[in-house]
T-cell receptor
Framework: KNEVEQSPQNLTAQEGEFITINCSYS?????LHWLQQHPGGGIVSLFM???GKKKHGRLIATINIQEKHSSLHITASHPRDSAVYIC????????????FGTGTRLKVLA | GAVVSQHPSWVICKSGTSVKIECRSL??????MFWYRQFPKQSLMLMAT?????????EQGVEKDKFLINHASLTLSTLTVTSAHPEDSSFYIC?????????????????FGPGTRLTVL
């Protein structure tokens, strides 16, 4: 079992739909990160969470530390949101490292 | 802020040659940089952790003599793929951690370069 699990693995949505991507982890963490990887390969950090909820534009990220679960929501989805969304946790293991989820491939259709 | 660059963005080389990839933190200092490899439709795989002024720490299964890492300064790390073969063709991404001198290094956050696509013929 992976230490960081994401669901769904693939998601196709119509433009305007509300989207939720889930992430569960099984290790003690320093923080949880949501990353976005576009088809060109570059990775952008969307959120870093250690508690509660954060919002940036149409993106909302929440984390429940007790349940070891986080969600990324996209409101009013748009084709430009099409990307791979990666959940990662940072933790100390002799040095600080990220453990990555397998990613959610999102395609938003016009 | 917190911009990481990589050069080159893509490279095609012949089998047996060596290729060097540079990773730079442009507007911050990073004592630690990370090198990842990513195959199509797969997640990032950590290859090694690079610390300024010391030897890199390689993950299990990664050949340190094949993937040479040098972290000469707080803003530059290089990955050299020696005697490249077609199976080394992949997408290589570096990242750097941000030192926040006011608040220390916790929580820890990595900033990623745009990646280098290596094709070995």
């Amino acid at each position: 079992k992976n230490e960081v699990e994401q669901s769904p693995q693939n998601l196709t949505a119509q433009e305007g739909e509300f989207i939720t991507i889930n992430c569960s982890y099984s290790v003690g963490i320093s923080a949880l990160h949501w990353l976005q990887q576009h088809p060109g390969g570059g990775i952008v950090s969307l959120f870093m969470l250690s508690s509660g909820k954060k919002k940036h534009g149409r993106l909302i990220a929440t984390i429940n530390i007790q349940e070891k679960h986080s969600s990324l929501h996209i409101t009013a989805s748009h084709p430009r949101d099409s990307a791979v969304y990666i959940c990662a946790v940072s933790l100390w293991s002799g040095t600080y490292k990220y453990i990555f989820g397998t990613g959610t491939r999102l395609k938003v259709l016009a | 802020g917190a911009v990481v660059s990589q050069h080159p963005s893509w490279v095609i080389c012949k089998s047996g040659t060596s290729v060097k990839i540079e990773c730079r933190s442009l507007d911050f200092q990073a004592t630690t940089m990370f090198w990842y490899r990513q195959f199509p439709k797969q997640s990032l795989m950590l290859m090694a952790t690079s610390n300024e002024g010391s030897k890199a720490t390689y993950e299990q299964g990664v050949e340190k003599d094949k993937f040479l890492i040098n972290h000469a300064s707080l803003t530059l790390s290089t990955l050299t793929v020696t005697s490249a073969h077609p199976e080394d063709s992949s997408f290589y991404i570096c990242s750097a951690n941000l030192i926040n001198e006011r608040e220390g290094r916790v929580p820890f956050e990595q900033f990623f370069g745009p990646g280098t696509r290596l094709t070995v013929l």
